[in-house]
């Protein structure tokens, strides 16, 4: 059974930044395509950013290019949000998920619980 553990969040002021982990056990990375979601209240569940499972291409939502960096480590069977300049809009719990390895983002059927980024002005 494939289990995905979030980790990073807290808080933070505009401007700062956040690195978010995403552990991964059960399989190993390199046969997932993965990304990262959020949800802010009273929204629905927004893609932030994918991986391929071989890590070689990346994709990112507007609000994200050029501040967030998605990035895996395979040796440790965990990905990465780097989140910088961050901003009150951020702010959402944000999900670690993975499909097999041709998945795309809509297609993701593994997810974690969450972990909670809030960022004050």
């Known amino acids: 059974q494939v289990q995905l553990v979030e980790s990073g969040g807290g808080l933070a002021q505009a401007g700062d930044s956040l690195r978010l982990s995403c552990v991964v056990s059960?399989?190993?990375?390199?046969?997932?395509?993965m990304g990262w979601f959020r949800q802010a209240p009273g929204r629905e569940r927004e893609v932030v950013a994918t991986?391929?499972?071989?890590?070689?291409?990346?994709r990112y939502t507007d609000a994200a290019r050029g501040r967030f960096t998605i990035s895996r480590d395979n040796a440790k069977n965990t990905i990465y949000l780097q989140m910088n300049s961050l901003e009150p809009e951020d702010t959402a719990v944000y999900y670690c998920?993975?499909?097999?390895?041709?998945?795309?983002?809509?297609?993701?059927?593994?997810w974690g619980q969450g972990t909670q980024v809030t960022v004050s002005s």
């Open positions: 998920a993975a499909g097999h390895p041709f998945a795309t983002s809509s297609e993701y059927d593994i």
């Open positions: 991986i391929t499972a071989t890590g070689g291409v990346t």
């Open positions: 059960g399989r190993t990375l390199n046969t997932l395509a």
